[in-house]
């Protein structure tokens, strides 16, 4: 009797081990994203989780045994912000691009991205917690640029602004000697997934092209072949000609982009610009002819002062660019703009263009 309580308390003492070890661990209130080698994904709560499988009581099929061999990730989400209409939708790390313009949220930690368009790739990376920094280039690596971003949060986590630079170089083309920049602020409402983002900047652009010109120079000369009928008549003076650099052409920025998400793979993007620009080319010399008070005749002629007129031409350009943009996963992404350019350039006469320029940019997380 005494054997048979002792194997008792001992088969007892094992059990409550062995149900010790094979215990589950309890379950938490977080909601999780459980993504399956297969690229099955449902979002939920984990009930059980025993080491070999785990019991999640999902939004849409109630609970499911799923066994972790068969799990690539689980991601601790939030309801309110990440899901919506039972469908997982995240931060994602091209959230803060639309087609060629940014908006005001940040590229997260190890959120890193790139890009390949089809007239090149881009790369941008964070820095700080609301500092990033990208180069953008064209496949020739000409021209280059650096492109700068810092945002702003505020408390309503709808409403968030910040400032922008692009400042690129022609490279090697024209000897390296062009150089431009966009230089802008902006404010975006919404969330990451549907938002819409207003920018104000300012664009220069300066080709480093030189020009050879005619000047005369300065003084008081003789009048000839003064016409009395048409009171035309010619300055008579020297003149020489001059190399002379091509002025910038710069002026206001205004940009309005947003997204709007269609689905749970899917978005619209709409990106437009529209660039108001001036380049003012001194004039190097006008000629005045003095007039005899009495007989009306050229006394003498005064050329200059050097620089004091202008000749102004006016370029006027609006892009519009309205896309798809198709997320496989959080680290892929593909988007098609059917974009295109409307302008003018008004010098000494006006001279309109539109031409297509189709957008195909496949996005890339590291």
Not at 284 to 305: H, L, R
Not at 325 to 336: D, W
Request: glycine residues 8%; contains cysteine; positive net charge.
């Amino acid at each position: 009797m005494k054997r048979f309580f002792f194997w008792l308390v001992v088969m007892s003492i094992t059990s409550i081990i062995n149900v010790m070890h094979a215990q589950v661990v309890p379950a938490d209130s977080n909601f999780y994203r459980v993504v399956k080698t297969n690229q099955q994904e449902y979002i939920g709560k984990i009930v059980n989780d025993d080491g070999r499988e785990i019991l999640l009581e999902t939004i849409s099929l109630g609970k499911l045994y799923i066994a972790k061999s068969d799990i690539q990730s689980i991601t601790r989400i939030e309801a309110g912000k990440d899901v919506t209409d039972l469908e997982f939708r995240g931060k994602g790390v091209f959230s803060t691009r639309y087609q060629f313009s940014t908006n005001a949220f940040p590229i997260e930690k190890n959120e890193n991205y790139a890009l390949i368009n089809l007239y090149g790739p881009e790369v941008h990376f964070s820095v700080s917690k609301n500092f990033s920094v990208g180069v953008l280039a064209t496949w020739i690596a000409s021209p280059i640029v650096l492109a700068l971003k810092y945002t702003i949060p505020t408390k309503n986590e709808k409403v968030n602004f910040g400032f922008g630079t692009l400042m690129g170089s022609v490279g090697y083309l024209n000897n390296s000697k062009g150089f431009g920049g966009l230089h802008w602020g902006m404010v975006t409402y919404g969330d990451r997934k549907n938002n819409v983002t207003l920018s104000l900047g300012y664009s220069y652009l300066n080709t480093q092209e030189r020009t050879t010109s005619y000047v005369k120079t300065p003084g008081t000369y003789p009048v000839s072949n003064y016409n009395v009928n048409t009171g035309v008549g010619f300055v008579s003076s020297p003149y020489e000609f001059v190399e002379s650099v091509v002025p910038l052409i710069k002026g206001p920025t205004i940009g309005l982009a947003g997204i709007r998400s269609i689905g749970k793979k899917a978005s619209f993007v709409f990106d437009m610009m529209f660039n108001y620009s001036q380049r003012i080319n001194p004039t190097q010399s006008i000629e005045f002819i003095n007039y005899d008070p009495i007989t009306n005749i050229p006394a003498s002629g005064i050329v200059g002062p050097v620089g004091s007129d202008s000749d102004v031409s006016t370029f006027i350009n609006f892009m519009i660019m309205p896309g798809m943009r198709f997320q496989k996963n959080e680290n892929k992404a593909f988007q098609v703009s059917l974009a295109g350019i409307i302008g003018s350039e008004t010098k000494s006469s006006k001279k309109e263009h539109s031409f297509p320029f189709p957008m195909c940019t496949w996005f890339y997380k590291f």
